[in-house]
């Protein structure tokens, strides 16, 4: 699940890093979601974002991983293959 908001900057840059094609492929394979926090709040603090972007694995409405902090493609490549191990 991508957590963000039209305003944040940031979460624009990790928009565009889960578009590269390294990442497409991994997340073919995933049921995606994004959640505006902004007209979400009380969802997005029930899921313990505290600042965007936020992007978390989720299994049963509870986030199970969350991406670290460094936005890289290759940082998410690896995240994303040992959140889906």
């Known amino acids: ?38 007209r979400h709040q009380q969802l997005a603090t029930a899921l313990g974002v505290r600042g965007l972007p936020a992007l978390l694995m989720v299994k ?11 936005l890289s493609v290759e940082s998410l490549l690896d995240w994303l293959q040992s959140a889906v191990l």
């Open 1 to 38: 699940m991508f957590v963000g908001a039209e305003r944040c900057v940031h979460c624009r840059k990790l928009w565009q890093l889960l578009g590269h094609a390294s990442l497409s492929n991994h997340l073919v394979a995933l049921e995606t979601r994004y959640l505006d926090a902004d």
């Open 60 to 70: 049963s409405g509870q986030p199970t991983a969350r991406a670290p902090a460094d």
